[in-house]
């Protein structure tokens, strides 16, 4: 296993995670909805995003 890469993916999920989230919620907004999220909703969503975003840029292997 290499320490590096993994550390770095998840570096780069915990930063890409809130980016998509707020494109999500602005392009929302220009539709015309308009969503009120607490801390701890907002933390949970930032969470499982980054989880999706390090599924989808680490390498699978069959």
Do not use: Q, R
């Not at 296993?1 to 995670?17: C, E, P, T």
């Not at 602005?26 to 980054?50: D, N, P, V």
């Amino acid at each position: 296993m290499d320490y590096k890469k993994s550390i770095l993916n998840l570096v780069i999920s915990l930063f890409l995670s809130p980016v998509i989230v707020y494109i999500v919620l602005l392009a929302a907004k220009m539709a015309g909805s308009s969503y009120e999220m607490t801390h701890g909703e907002t933390f949970i969503i930032w969470l499982l995003m980054a989880i999706v975003i390090n599924l989808s840029i680490t390498k699978k292997t069959s």
